[in-house]
């Protein structure tokens, strides 16, 4: 499976950014999915995740109430709508694909990766 990650660029802060993440290949319908990100000088980290049905998601602290992560399994596509981004959200975000079932909020369970997008959040 191929991840594509999208929508990524520059934003002011206070402001909004859609991420899309379409996968190719085969379906991952089944798969649990999250964004994870990571900025110059720093390691990978999680930001979101969502379960294979889209039941159930969840959030790092950081972005709890102002990202909402959702899938489309129709359209096999992932998306990660961030509002009232700050300038500390600036990072490469990654979509990652994991097991049925993982809560897929860790790198360890991360099966495939898609290519970053770039977020720049200007103060």
Do not use: H
């Not at 950014?17 to 980290?45: D, H, K, V, Y």
């Amino acid at each position: 499976v191929q991840l594509q990650a999208s929508g990524g660029g520059l934003v002011q802060a206070g402001g909004s950014l859609r991420l899309s993440c379409a996968a190719s290949g085969r379906t991952i319908s089944r798969n649990s999915m999250a964004w994870f990100r990571q900025a110059p000088g720093e390691e990978r980290g999680f930001v979101a995740a969502i379960t294979w049905s889209g039941d159930n998601t969840y959030y790092a602290d950081s972005t709890e109430g102002r990202f909402t992560i959702t899938r489309d399994n129709g359209k096999n596509t992932v998306y990660l709508q961030m509002n009232s981004l700050k300038p500390e959200d600036t990072a490469v975000y990654y979509c990652a694909g994991c097991p049925y079932g993982s809560p897929c909020q860790r790198g360890s369970f991360v099966a495939f990766w898609g290519q970053g997008t770039l977020v720049t959040v200007s103060s």
